[in-house]
């Protein structure tokens, strides 16, 4: 089984800080990181290759600081790392990143590819379920658990709002995946050393057969316009004094509010 | 958009190098450069002594859709789920009357699955008319059905806008919607509005887990799809009164290679729905235990509301996902927000901070949710939250 994992490498923006007086982000210190959803992508993959056999390769199109997200990748066991990399693919929004991923993986060849649900600097949730459009191939978003693992098809739990489903699917098969999945496995001593001397392949545009009209800033039918920092806040009350009298004011604010 | 440095003003102090989430600013010639991997971030703008680093419109764009000025019409695809349309849909009715009204076009409805008195109900929430399918294959949700269906209506009858909910469902299958029609779809969007200048669609939505808000274009590309939280907008007028068209679309031959074996729900204790509630008591790390919920469960139970959680208690176990308001859980939107023990990270203020009043009870008097709260109480979860309760219940009589 040939299982092909997308990850992406991101600024942690949970650490990441506004500077309040310029409203702008503040990166110093701020380490870049697998995508913490990918991990668990790359976790499934070596999971369900421990179950029926085959190879994880991890894909990231990305400039050639990425390699060390495929690497880390590695470190924890996967197999092959592919670095989708091209002055051609600057600008790509989410359509024109699928297009590019789903070339590359035609090029690679599969069984299965695994993505994270969404990424947390973009937070679109859309490339995973776009390539598998590109790919003429079924995807089950938000995969929360393998139900029943076969070489021929899969039942998995996709996470709804109030529940889950329980979904059969074919292979080939696209999945986005949420952390309830699992648990990352952490790399070994003889992991990381084999992610030290892994050979990263990389691809250009030229070596995945795509449309260069469909790539980069051309391809993407989307642009920013304008960024901004969120609205901060208006008047604050502080309630004051003993658990008993914050309690009262609280109460007393509310109905005053017709809150309550 | 595109941000540059102006080589006339650098100094080459390499203060912005260290500035970029994604190392895109290199040195050229002693002169900062920002290259393709530039995300638009703006973290380098205010950072450069010399005011050198600018943000600039760029005159490139994609090819877009042929005859994209004949699109028209705002569609609102209803998600339903058991036969029931999502109150999603009705919120989004409500914003797509105003960008209908503001394009001079019609507001369309789209509905798979459900029956003809759910249809009915669309017209009577704001929808002039309603492009209905009934078919047991829309019984459960799969992509593929929805997915062909949709694209097959929208190539047929050329919307100018398609929107739907930032759901489960929305967000798994509009993306192939997207893919499939060759445009653009901005995801989670906060607010919608038309530019009186262009008409293009205006889509905000919060990116970088939050920290930061963009406006985005699909200038070239039609439809311009985007989805939307659940609380977001706001519902129009129900008009029982009002009429409209209801046309039956036939489902032929849609097929689905996945199915749904089977539908679990997670009972929780709490008997109102955390989307609709007008208040939501809500719990984080600060509780330090489980059993801390109980006694928000409580207090929630007095004020007629729900119980939330941050991230950080789902991650703990202390209670199911299915309570997460965030980024990445629910975003909600009650009279009133009560936040205990939640630090308020950029991830979790996300989801609640359009709530009408936020109260936030913290030990640590600097917990960046003080500064949402328009009520602050600094002080031990533990020791307040029983407070409240125990003053309700002198108050109600019980």
């Known amino acids: 089984m040939k299982i092909v994992v997308c990850i992406k490498q991101v600024p942690d923006t949970a650490e990441v800080k506004i500077n309040p007086e310029t409203n702008t982000l503040v990166r110093d210190g701020v380490p870049s990181i697998i995508n913490p959803y990918d991990l668990h992508a790359v976790e499934a993959g070596l999971q369900l290759k421990e179950s029926l056999g085959g190879s994880v390769t991890v894909l990231t199109m990305g400039p050639p600081q990425a390699e060390a997200a495929l690497r880390e990748a590695v470190s924890i066991g996967a197999d092959d790392a592919v670095l989708l990399t091209d002055r051609a693919f600057a600008g790509s929004d989410t359509l024109a990143t699928a297009y590019t991923l789903s070339c590359a993986v035609r090029t690679m060849g599969f069984d299965m590819i695994l993505c994270g649900k969404q990424a947390i600097d973009g937070d679109t949730a859309q490339v995973g379920p776009e390539m598998a459009e590109f790919l003429g191939i079924p995807h089950v978003a938000y995969v929360g658990g393998f139900e029943e693992i076969a070489p021929d098809g899969l039942r998995v739990r996709r996470q709804m709002e109030d529940g889950y489903d329980i979904v059969e699917t074919p292979l080939p098969v696209l999945l986005t995946v949420v952390r309830e999945l699992n648990q990352p496995r952490l790399p070994s001593l003889k992991g990381k050393m084999k992610a030290k001397k892994a050979e990263i392949k990389r691809l250009s545009h030229a070596d995945i057969g795509a449309d260069v009209e469909r790539l980069g800033l051309a391809g993407s039918p989307t642009q920013v316009k304008r960024i901004f920092a969120p609205e901060a806040k208006k008047e604050r009350k502080a309630l004051t004094g003993t658990p008993e009298e914050q309690a009262d004011r609280l109460i007393e604010e509310l109905r005053g509010l017709k809150c309550l | ?398």
């Open chain 2, 1 to 398: 958009m595109r941000i540059v440095v102006d080589v006339e003003l650098c100094t080459g102090c390499e203060t912005c190098v260290s500035s970029c989430p994604y190392d895109a600013i290199v040195m050229k010639d002693d002169k900062a450069f920002i290259n393709e991997y530039c995300q638009l971030c703006r973290a380098c703008l205010e950072v450069c002594p010399e005011g050198a680093i600018k943000e600039t419109e760029t005159a490139e764009a994609a090819a877009g859709t042929a005859d994209r000025d004949s699109y028209s019409g705002v569609w609102v695809f209803a998600e339903q789920r058991d036969g029931r349309v999502a109150d999603v849909a009705l919120e989004l009715l409500g914003a797509g009357r105003r960008l209908a009204d503001a394009r001079g076009s019609g507001l369309s409805a789209v509905l798979f699955g459900a029956d003809a008195s759910e249809a009915e109900r669309l017209i009577h929430w704001g929808a002039d008319r309603v492009y209905h399918a009934e078919d047991p294959i829309f019984e459960q949700f799969n992509d593929e059905p929805n997915v062909e269906l949709l694209s097959r209506l929208i190539e047929e009858h050329r919307p100018e806008i398609v929107l739907t909910g930032a759901t489960p469902i929305g967000r798994s299958f509009f993306p192939r919607v997207a893919a499939r029609v060759r445009t653009g779809l901005t995801a989670d969007c906060t607010s919608l509005e038309i530019d009186p200048e262009t008409g293009n669609l205006l889509q905000v939505r919060p990116a970088f887990g939050g920290n930061i808000m963009a406006t985005i274009l699909c200038p070239a590309s039609r439809p311009q799809m985007a989805t939307v939280r659940p609380r977001v907008m706001k519902r129009g007028e129900y008009d029982a009164a009002r009429t409209g068209e209801v046309l039956k679309i036939e489902a032929g031959g849609v097929t689905s290679r996945t199915r749904v074996a089977e539908t679990i729900k997670e009972v929780s204790e709490t008997m109102v729905n955390l989307q609709e509630a007008d208040v939501i008591v809500a719990g984080g790390r600060g509780l330090g235990r489980p059993e801390g919920f109980e006694m928000l469960e409580e207090l929630a139970g007095l004020l007629g509301g729900a119980v939330g959680a941050s991230r950080a208690a789902v991650d703990e176990e202390w209670i199911p996902y299915s309570h997460q308001v965030g980024q990445t859980g629910k975003t909600v939107c009650p009279k009133v927000y009560i936040a205990c023990g939640i630090s308020g990270a950029v991830q979790h203020l996300v989801g609640m901070q359009s709530s009408d009043i936020i109260v936030a009870i913290n030990k640590n008097p600097d917990a960046p949710i003080f500064n949402v709260a328009d009520y602050a109480i600094v002080g031990d979860v533990y020791e307040v939250v029983p407070a409240i309760i125990k003053r309700l219940r002198e108050v109600k009589g019980r």
